[in-house]
């Protein structure tokens, strides 16, 4: 047994795995040789590449128990900077000096089981030398797992802790052993980075690892070898690959490569020295990020002095930038931002005793004080503000900038904090704002890593919040919340829960606007704590008793959130029974926005927002744009892993027509990340005050009185609370709020009054007026960081990789401007008199713009700089010296200007890849361009791909996109081109000459890439390209000696023409007949060639289009050029077949969804015989009513007026129904249907032959406006163009032509441009230009008619002949159809029609609809039911197929009914009832009870509408109305109309006007009166004993209330109390709504009182007793009942033993509703036994 145990021992310890770990040998040194590199570049061999690398040798000794001793030998760097592999590396001596000095001391490091712990290094030793050492022992780390040969597990490194994975070889027999060790980089839970910049860009944790842009691995090999005494490691190498795309695509990444090798060269028996000084412990093998963040991502620089520096660079700057050196002046202000990180504030204090007493050195330096964002200069600024050294324009400039770039660290939120409380600050509301606000964004990008947020940092917000509410500051408290917003920290929470009713009583009284900012301060809390915000926003959501406004903001916060399905699907729940329509429309709509998105991010929000939709009616889809939406433009491509999204908020208030409440925004999407790019808000309230007539005192009237004690007999009626007119809005950028603003008119006094001492507006503009005449000069530089956002992570070599993006961005203005006004302003000014001077204005204006972007991938530290650097600038530069004349009275404008002399560069771009090199030597800068010159590189290991695959469009593009497109054209300018071998290069000039003006314009390109060996965005950038626009003079027989252009309204217009064909050498007698300046005027403009061509091709062209057999489908092809091919004549939508054009639909349209159902049926080839067959096939579906025309009608149809005019288009798809104009359906005749689907020849030949028979307007008018352009010369002629307009303005018809002709008059160039009004239905253009305006022709054609059975617009443009740069721009524009049209929902489809004509057709299917369809050559686009902003027309009982009257023109009709449909309408007719809202109810008003119909409820209470029905007769009523001081009854009396003013009889066949402040007018109307008030907002009331309608103004919007209702378009909420309780039926409704009188003196025996219900009650198992909720119409004691109805009424219950009694029933609005029951009404009552003092 004992033998059986030993020889198992003994197998078990033979089989064991032999330790792996290296070890070293306690006095032994093994030494290495030690070789690394980095590569940055593109993965392309023979391209040009950057890097550095490190060789030395290194001894490792052991000195204790997990002691080790390091020293590295011989250093040597070299840099690399070529072309990869051809160019060898260069060594750096300065570079390699200071490696030797920081190595020349050992260090030590912690080593136990192939792990390294701390190391320790000299104090002094620079934090680069000890990442490289990081680096090198980063190669002895490994992890051994002794019983497995394969394992992963999460390793430390230099990276951090990654994901890692072994594999382990052993070679027993020859004691050797191989490890490999994998690392994937982007899996990583503590990953060793550094982001700056980013606080405001936001990662998507549950995004996948796909769609990241920068991914990266490391490899470890290592070779061992053991005995019975350990393991050595003989050999390490490591390789390290970092892939960066940009766009997210496969082939366009560059990549960074490090390498490392350490091999064992020798052991010795002897072990070393401990080292003499000290070493300070420096952390673990996690790489320290230090010395590279000082180093901006700009250009090297060596400092040395950097004081001293920084003055010699800020005068540089100054000197550049006056001598227009923008480029320089940009780097020069990132070197100033780079010292200024580093100075210290002596330094900096120094710097502004030197300079700040020079206005152009000042402006540099707050500029770069602010981009440094260090803790010394934002203490310095700080300071200055303190001590008053900066004005307040100065303040407000550079307060936002240090907010935002500051490094946000413990000093600079003490710093922060003394802003708070600087007198200073406080004394000035602008600065106060900008300085909380930027407090709450230095706290959010503080505590964005923290999970719990200091209280210290959050206490001057809470503080501020707390002290706004105790004094009632509402301006205070939308500032407190606003900057607890920006700082969205969780521990803000129960603080904004105080101003929310929902949560806290005392809220209730607040302004909506601060419950909104409330809300809105959720919003970025909710990224920390979304399930509280989401529980919060979904009470305030469901709460109906807040504001619609309120709780549509909660809306939007809410989705913020990404509820889960059951939260969404709750809220569509809600949505079926929600009161108020505006917040159902909106959430609605934004459920609607979120469901079509196809960001990564919402999928799951999107898909719930999908299901959700499906359980909501779609009647919330029907609502117009009086109702809240949401409108949702975006896209994002999956490909490129990018995309963006435009919302607009739209939230409608019920007291407007128009949004109360605007929000927009822009957020960006790349890869996993999202950003808040901009949001502006803007919110306004009583805005229509500002356009009524202020000055009318309606509290003086007895009007207002009477009201207010007509209130207190309606139970729990309430005016609405008054709203000042009030304008604010809020500007966000990177999701933190900089700047908001109130605007009231006391603000508006105040301004005006700061800024020129009066409120008077009269004073205003005079005092701007003088500051005017003063003048001004000077120069003013506007520097500003746009940005610097950097990405840092280390390499295994030990140097950091850095992705950074830097800009700066420069705008610079040099004005001289001298103004002189004649004659001088008098001191009683009136702005009337400006219209009485002559105004001299001299101006020399240089505006100059710069913008310069550096984005780098490589390394980048204080002491080198290698990798890719991309450089893009903008420029834009003009000079703008002009001398002006205006002479007001004479309506007189003359700008003269001198002549192009020099070439001018008016705008610039132009970016450059290279790959660089820096160390701290000088001159030590390597530039490489990414090709190199001469030949190609080789590509013989990139895959073959063909040009013709690479340029082909995409599938659908190809499907879609007519042949047009593809096809080439001839540029009509000059033009340059240069192509290199491969495509590499390339260049083009194309240049416009002005010989006249004596310049020409030039735009120049310019690029050299790499996109020949990859098609990608990223290969298209790396290289150059220039693009610029160019100014340039060009050579003339004379010099022009300046350039004019004077402009002459009036009557004095021809004779300025005249005045120029004579050189001005003598004006024109003003007594000259007309008929002599005709002539001479006719004679200039060459008019009469014109209309001579005009009538001699009138008919020649008619003939040559009835002979056409065959068109040229081309869109905008060459009129000049042969028909492609007969079959592409065929004007009908009929398949070759002989098909039905409704079977061919279904086959080849292209439906909403983008799916395509089938291929494109396509045209036959056909004669004229063959055309008129397929006419008659595709029109057989509607034989009973059309025939065809016959030949030359192209599939023309004429169709009589049959009955079943819609039913025979029923079947027909839409974009083939019939368009029928208004004059022909007017004319009685047989009509022209123009089928929008088929090429009409007749509708062809209306628009040329109308335009072709023109009327010259000189004939009979002289012009009314004259404008001449033109080149002054020396002794010689001048040379320009003038442009003469004429009008004829009538009643139902007018016209307008405008000629532009050369001045010369050799020249026959000319452009004419026609416009007229045929009649009420029609409206013609045409626009001709070339040699007298016969060489290019565009048409168009306004008219309307009938579509199908449908009200109509058609839109008709055609093109005989266009010049090819404009069909060029129409092919480019066309490109996008197909792509825009898809993503926007429409249908469409190919189809051939008219080659030179396109066809646009808007239906009116519904007063809220319209359908649309845009017929072009190959492509028709058409759409269904898209829904229009307001109803049309606007009385719901007229028909939509109803056209206006002959003697309207439609065009200005349409103004006039958009305006009317703004107002509101309520009538009362018998028993039927109309609201504003347009619910219509059925209700018998009880007789001789005033009911009130209508009243003004806001607090000036203007008007009041009172109605009864008389006792002798139901169908006749009585009105009284109370306006002002007037009372005027209207009623019937002996069958006739009777009118009485304050109880004086008055007749009615003479109009009565009131004298008061307001307007009033009475007068009578068809067989009644009609009164209007507009200045009171009653529009218009009509009354004819039976019919009553009121008109109220659109600006009386939710503040009426009465039997009309509210005019809030909440029709849920129609039947709405005096108490604002919901009544159950309409009977109730009205009754509520009844004026009680004495019952002893007045008609009216009825009076509302409280119920009770009068049989037993059992309510919660208990007995109790109920008393009604609102009081019931009854009669009045000792009158009896004689008619009643039943009403539903609410019960509030209580025990049956309560001492609650009838008498002491309590208001409504405090109790419960606990049951509903129907009791009697009465409505008619006998008095006999009522008794009545004497």
């Excluded at 072994?166 to 490890?179: C, G, H, L």
């Excluded at 009513?1185 to 839409?1214: M, T, V």
């Amino acid at each position: 047994m004992k033998g059986l145990i030993l020889a198992l021992v003994l197998t078990l310890v033979g089989a064991q795995k032999q330790d792996l770990e290296p070890i070293f040998h306690t006095g032994k040194t093994y030494l290495y040789s030690y070789e690394s590199f980095v590569l940055h570049g593109l993965p392309n061999r023979g391209m040009a590449m950057a890097g550095v690398k490190l060789t030395c040798k290194m001894e490792i000794s052991h000195v204790s128990h997990s002691d080790h001793l390091l020293q590295i030998q011989s250093p040597k760097l070299e840099e690399y900077n070529g072309f990869w592999p051809t160019d060898s590396f260069t060594q750096s001596s300065r570079l390699t000096e200071t490696l030797a000095a920081c190595f020349s001391q050992a260090f030590k490091f912690e080593y136990t089981e192939g792990r390294v712990g701390s190391i320790f290094a000299p104090e002094d030793c620079p934090i680069l030398c000890t990442n490289l050492v990081r680096g090198i022992l980063n190669m002895v780390q490994i992890t051994i797992k002794k019983s497995q040969n394969v394992y992963e597990l999460h390793e430390a490194g230099i990276e951090g802790v990654c994901q890692t994975r072994y594999i382990i070889q052993d070679d027993s027999k020859n004691n050797r052993a191989t490890v490999y060790k994998s690392k994937d980089l982007t899996d990583c839970q503590e990953k060793a980075v550094k982001n700056i910049g980013m606080s405001y860009i936001r990662p998507c944790p549950t995004c996948p690892l796909k769609v990241r842009n920068m991914k990266g691995t490391v490899m470890f090999t290592y070779k061992m070898k053991y005995d019975d005494s350990g393991t050595s490691l003989t050999s390490a190498t490591s390789q390290q690959v970092y892939q960066i795309s940009p766009f997210n695509e496969p082939n366009g990444a560059t990549a960074m490569e490090a390498r490392q090798e350490l091999s064992l060269v020798s052991i010795k028996r002897t072990s070393l020295s401990a080292p003499k000084i000290q070493l300070q412990n420096q952390g673990s093998l996690r790489y320290h990020f230090s010395g590279e963040l000082l180093q901006m991502p700009i250009p090297l620089m060596r400092i040395k002095n950097p004081d001293l520096q920084l003055t010699e660079t800020l005068r540089q700057l100054v000197q550049n930038n006056e001598e227009g050196a923008t480029k320089e002046a940009s780097a020069k202000f990132l070197q100033m931002i780079q010292l200024f990180r580093i100075v210290t504030f002596d330094q900096i204090e120094s710097l502004w005793m030197l300079f700040a007493s020079n206005p152009p050195y000042r402006h540099w330096f707050l500029g770069a004080i602010c981009a440094a964002g260090a803790t010394d200069t934002f203490r310095f600024l700080k300071q200055k503000i303190h001590d008053k050294k900066l004005n307040v324009w100065e303040a407000a400039a550079t307060l936002p900038l240090a907010f935002h770039f500051v490094i946000t660290n413990k000093q600079t939120l003490e710093i922060a904090s003394t802003f708070l409380t600087c007198p200073q600050i406080q004394k000035s509301p602008m600065h106060r704002v900008i300085v909380y606000l930027g407090y709450g964004s230095m706290v959010n990008k503080y505590c964005a890593q923290m999970s719990v947020c200091p209280d210290e940092l959050l206490q001057p917000l809470h503080d501020l919040a707390a002290e706004a509410t105790s004094k009632g500051d509402a301006k205070d408290m939308a500032l407190a919340l606003k900057a607890i917003g920006n700082a969205g920290e969780p521990a803000s929470i129960k603080r904004i829960l105080k101003f929310l009713p929902t949560f806290s009583q005392a809220a209730a009284s607040l302004p909506n606007r601060i419950h909104e900012d409330a809300i809105l301060a959720l919003r970025k809390i909710a990224r920390k704590a979304p399930a509280k915000v989401r529980e919060i926003t979904l009470q305030v959501f469901m709460d109906s008793a807040l504001s619609p406004n309120v709780r549509m903001v909660a809306c939007v916060v809410l989705f913020e959130t990404k509820p889960a399905l059951p939260t969404v699907t709750a809220m569509a729940s809600s949505l079926l029974t929600e009161p108020s329509l505006q917040v159902a429309s909106f959430t609605y709509s934004h459920m609607k926005a979120l469901a079509v998105g196809r960001i990564p991010q919402l999928y799951n929000l999107s898909a719930s927002c999908n299901i959700a939709i499906k359980l909501l009616s779609p009647r919330l889809d029907r609502l117009s744009y009086r109702y809240s939406k949401v409108i949702h433009v975006g896209d994002y491509s999956s490909k490129y892993q990018a995309g963006a999204i435009w919302r607009v908020y739209l939230m409608n208030s019920p007291n407007s027509m128009f949004p109360s409440d605007i929000i927009t925004k822009v957020r960006g999407y790349y890869a996993n990340t999202a950003t808040d790019i901009i949001e502006v808000a803007l919110q306004s309230q009583s805005l229509t005050k500002l356009i009524r007539n202020q000055n009318i005192p309606f509290a003086e009237y007895d009007t207002h009185k009477t009201l207010k004690e007509l209130g207190k007999t309606l139970l729990g009626w309430k005016e609405l609370p008054p709203e000042n007119p009030l304008v604010s809005a809020y500007i966000k950028i990177l999701g933190q709020e900089i700047a908001f603003f109130d605007i009231d008119k006391d603000a508006i006094e105040q301004t005006m009054t700061s800024l020129t001492g009066s409120s008077n507006w009269q004073g205003v503009v005079k005092k701007l007026v003088e500051e005017a005449q003063r003048g001004f000069s000077g120069r003013w530089t506007l520097p500003v960081m746009v940005g610097e956002l950097r990405h840092i992570v280390p390499t295994v070599v030990g140097v950091p990789l850095e992705l950074s993006l830097c800009g700066a961005a420069l705008a610079q203005a040099v004005a001289d401007v001298d103004i002189h006004i004649s004659p001088l302003l008098s001191d009683d000014f009136r702005p009337s008199q400006l219209l009485e001077t002559n105004m001299d204005i001299h101006a020399d204006i240089k505006p100059k713009a710069y913008f310069h972007m550096i984005a780098m991938m490589g390394i980048n530290t204080q002491y080198f700089q290698s990798g890719l650097e991309f450089h893009a600038e903008f420029s834009a530069n003009t000079t703008m010296k002009f001398d002006a004349r205006i002479n007001m009275k004479e309506k007189n404008l003359k700008i003269e200007t001198l002549p192009c002399r020099q070439k001018v560069e008016l705008a610039a771009v132009r970016s450059e890849v290279y790959a660089i090199s820096r160390n701290m030597e000088e001159d030590s800068e390597k530039k490489s361009q990414i090709l190199p010159e001469g030949e190609l590189p080789s590509i013989s290991n990139q895959p073959f791909q063909s040009s013709e695959r690479s340029s082909r469009p995409s599938s659908w593009k190809q499907s879609n996109i007519p042949n047009v497109i593809s096809k080439g054209y001839q540029q009509g300018s000059e033009e340059a081109h240069h192509h290199s071998v491969g495509g590499r290069f390339y260049a083009r000039i194309l240049c416009r000459k002005f010989e006249s003006l004596g310049c020409s314009v030039c735009l120049r390109l310019k690029s050299q890439n790499t996109a020949f060996l990859r098609n990608s965005h990223l290969h298209k950038l790396l290289g150059e390209f220039e693009a610029k626009i160019v100014l340039k003079p060009v050579h003339t027989d004379a010099d022009i000696d300046k350039i004019q252009l004077e402009i002459q309204a009036g009557p004095k217009a021809a004779s300025k023409i005249i005045d120029v064909a004579s050189s001005g050498s003598k004006e024109e007698d003003e007594t000259t007949p007309y008929k002599d300046i005709q002539a001479k005027l006719k004679k200039i403009l060459g008019i009469e060639n014109v209309f001579k061509v005009s009538n001699k091709t009138r008919h020649r062209r008619k003939r040559v289009h009835r002979t056409e057999e065959a068109a040229n489908r081309d869109l905008w092809a060459d009129p000049n050029a042969p028909p492609l091919s007969s079959s592409s004549s065929s004007s009908t939508a009929s398949s070759a077949d002989g098909k039905e054009p409704g079977n061919e639909h279904k086959k080849g349209e292209t439906t909403q969804s983008g799916k395509k159902r089938g291929n494109s049926s396509k045209s036959s080839s056909r004669s004229s015989s063959g055309r008129r067959s397929s006419s008659s096939s595709g029109s057989s579906a509607s034989s009973k009513s059309c025939s065809s025309s016959g030949e030359g009608s192209s599939g023309d149809k004429h169709c009589s007026r049959d009955s079943k005019y819609s039913n025979q288009q029923a079947s027909l798809p839409i974009y083939q129904f019939w368009f029928k104009t208004a004059d022909e359906q007017e004319l009685g005749r047989e009509a022209l249907n123009d089928s929008i689907g088929s090429s009409s020849s007749s509708s062809d030949e209306s628009i040329s032959r109308a335009m072709s028979q023109p009327k010259f307007l000189g004939d009979s008018k002289p012009p009314i406006l004259a404008a001449v352009l033109r080149a002054i010369r020396g002794n010689k002629k001048p040379t320009g163009l003038q442009l003469v307009l004429y009008a004829d303005t009538q009643r139902r018809r007018w016209r307008v032509q405008m000629f532009v002709t050369s001045i010369t008059g050799s020249n026959r160039w000319k452009l004419c441009a026609d416009a007229s009004v045929i009649n009420t239905y029609k409206v013609l253009g045409s626009l001709k230009w070339g040699k007298d305006c016969r060489d290019y022709q565009i048409a168009t054609r306004i008219v309307t008619g009938q579509f199908a059975a449908y009200p109509a617009m058609q839109m008709k443009l055609e093109w005989p002949k266009v010049p090819s740069t404009v069909r060029a721009t129409a092919r480019w524009f066309y490109s996008f159809l197909p792509g825009a049209a898809y993503v926007l929902g429409y249908s469409e489809r190919q189809q051939y029609g008219p080659s030179h004509q396109a066809t646009l057709v808007m239906a009116l299917t519904s007063p809220t609809t319209c359908s649309v369809i845009l017929k072009l050559p190959e492509l028709t686009i058409y759409d269904r039911a898209i829904r229009l902003p307001l109803p049309f027309p606007p009385s719901p009982g007229t028909p939509i197929s109803t056209l206006p009257s002959p003697d309207q023109n439609v065009f200005t009709q349409a103004t006039l009914l958009i305006t009317e449909n703004l107002k509101a309408h309520c009538s009362v007719f018998q028993n039927a009832i109309t609201t504003f809202n347009g619910v219509k109810f059925n209700y018998s008003m009880p007789a001789n009870c005033y009911h009130v119909l209508v009243q003004d409820c806001s607090p000036e209470l203007k008007f009041l509408v009172m109605m009864k029905r008389l006792a002798e007769s139901a169908d006749l009523t009585a009105v009284n109305v109370r306006l002002a001081s007037h009372e005027i009854d209207m009623y019937v009396s002996n069958g006739l109309i009777q009118l009485k003013i304050n109880g004086v009889q008055a007749p009615t066949d003479v109009p009565y006007t009131s004298n008061s402040d307001a307007n009033m007018l009475i007068g009578s109307e068809k067989e009644g009166l009609s009164l209007t008030a507009p200045d009171y907002g009653v529009d218009k009331l009509y009354y004819d004993g039976h019919r009553l309608e009121i008109q109220v103004a659109f600006w009386m919007a939710g503040k009426t209330c009465g039997i009309c209702g509210k005019y809030d378009a909440e029709k849920e909420r129609e039947y709405q109390m005096p108490s604002g309780y919901l009544a159950k039926d309409a009977v109730s409704f009205g009754q509520s709504w009844i004026i009680s009188e004495d019952p002893c003196a007045g008609a009216c025996k009825l009076q509302r009182r409280f119920v009770k219900i009068e049989k037993p009650v059992a309510f919660e198992k208990a007995a109790a007793k109920c008393f009604s909720m609102e009081p019931v119409l009854h009669c009045v004691e000792g009158c009896s009942a004689t008619r009643t109805t039943p009403v539903s009424v609410g019960f509030h219950c209580v025990p049956a033993d309560s001492a609650l009694s009838l008498e002491e029933q309590v208001r409504i609005d405090q109790k419960s509703e606990d049951a509903v029951s129907t009791v009697s009404a009465h409505t008619a009552c006998s008095c006999q036994q009522q008794s009545c003092p004497a």
